[in-house]
């Protein structure tokens, strides 16, 4: 018997497949990650890296299910068509690009339901890269106070000032509330016994600490309300959910200065005054919010407005591109109206039949559902629309906490008796 040795170990994952997968997730999350790959290598190499992995899920996905990826992918392609006359954009290449990235967090999902890969690695790295990233996140704004903010106000990823906190890994507004919205993974996967109380508390207790210190309200408060599913019941149905959402929001309007009250609380512990101003303006009401600096409320009804005005198709046939800016839906609607609002109706649609609706008949499905709604409504008060998130991370952790729902389609023989036959060579 050959020693086994850390290469005979690592040799098995080391495909073509696995490596571009992973890099394209290291390469998300991670900014130093990104920003020596801009370095060294341009950015054409993770262009390449795109196009690879989308052309990796066509060539692995079987003929009958074709149509099934298409159908998947069209109303994402339908968008950014619609994004592309938005912004007057003439080269072709960079607008197959753009189409390629949006659509990129939908095919990688798919790759991830309909193929036979190593989930425990994947989740490993992904769960790794956003710990790694966290604790460098943390570090780097005690350090340089602010960064995390000030990386959301950056021109481009080249500015002196990004690459500086690149080069840190310190990460910002993207990294931040994707971490956040995976927090509901970390619970899920107490409440099913995947975790031992001890993990998942010191996962939370790292969200909440780098949340604070990165000085984003929205993403602290989010933390805060998803903390409170540790006091519900593990087997939580879909009823059970939309019961509790009413609930909530019974709470919320009744019970506003006790929440008011806690939040201010917290937020004095953070030391960070602005933070704790806009948390607090979340739920005192519209004056509140209308008597902050950035004068969030007020941007809202603007591209609301625009949507009221234009209901149909929008501003987009005006050419008037300006709206609120701070609402990935509501700035959607102000563009392109009912056209847009359908398309993202299609999008979110199968978004979740695909990747959430299966988990349908396992227990605890109800915080499955606020796993999916999070990022929706985190886009209704901010820009993004989570792809990568609702795609590829989330149902990555749920097949890690489930198990695999889906039969891959790279495991189902071709010939069923010469598979059954090697099957039971390899039993025997």
Not at 16 to 22: G, S, V
Not at 63 to 84: K, Q, S, Y
Not at 214 to 229: C, Q, R
Not at 379 to 397: A, I
């Amino acid at each position: 018997m050959k020693p086994t040795t850390v290469w005979s170990l690592i040799k098995p994952y080391l495909t073509i497949k696995n490596i571009i997968f992973l890099f394209i997730v290291i390469y998300s999350v991670s900014p130093f990650v990104s920003q020596i790959t801009s370095r060294f290598a341009t950015t054409y190499a993770y262009m390449l890296m795109v196009v690879a992995m989308v052309a990796l899920v066509f060539g692995t996905c079987r003929l009958n299910n074709i149509h099934r990826l298409v159908f998947l992918i069209t109303p994402f392609v339908l968008f950014e068509l619609l994004e592309t006359f938005t912004t007057d954009e003439k080269n072709i290449l960079l607008v197959g690009y753009r189409i390629l990235l949006f659509m990129l967090p939908v095919c990688m999902g798919f790759y991830l339901k309909t193929n036979d890969f190593p989930l425990k690695l994947y989740t490993a790295v992904t769960v790794g890269i956003f710990v790694i990233t966290a604790v460098t996140t943390y570090i780097g704004c005690i350090r340089n106070p602010g960064a995390a903010r000030t990386l959301a106000t950056t021109a481009t990823s080249q500015d002196p000032i990004a690459v500086y906190y690149n080069y840190q890994n310190i990460g910002g507004y993207t990294f931040v509330y994707s971490a956040v919205l995976l927090y509901p993974a970390l619970i899920i996967a107490f409440k099913r016994r995947r975790f031992h109380l001890a993990v998942s508390l010191i996962g939370t207790i790292m969200l909440l600490m780098v949340s604070a210190k990165s000085a984003y309200a929205l993403s602290l408060t989010l933390l805060i309300m998803t903390t409170t599913l540790y006091f519900i019941k593990r087997d939580l149905s879909r009823d059970g959910f939309i019961k509790l959402a009413f609930g909530l929001l019974i709470a919320i309007a009744f019970f506003s200065s006790v929440i008011v009250a806690l939040l201010t609380y917290i937020g004095n512990m953070t030391g960070n005054e602005e933070m704790t101003e806009k948390m607090v303006a979340i739920f005192s009401g519209k004056d509140a919010l209308e008597g902050l600096e950035d004068k969030r409320s007020t941007l809202y009804w603007f591209s609301f407005r625009l949507f009221l005005r234009n209901p149909v198709f929008g501003t987009m046939p005006t050419g008037y591109h300006i709206t609120g800016g701070h609402s990935f839906i509501l700035d959607s609607l102000a563009h392109y109206g009912l056209v847009g609002a359908a398309i993202l109706f299609f999008m979110y649609r199968a978004i979740y039949n695909e990747f959430y609706r299966p988990f349908s008949d396992k227990a605890g499905y109800g915080f499955v559902i606020y796993s999916f709604l999070m990022p929706l409504g985190l886009s209704v008060v901010n820009t993004g629309m989570w792809q990568q998130n609702l795609c590829v991370f989330m149902p990555m952790f749920l097949m890690a906490i489930y198990g695999k729902e889906f039969a891959p389609e790279s495991a189902i023989p071709k010939y069923p008796r010469a598979s059954a036959a090697k099957l039971r060579k390899k039993e025997g």
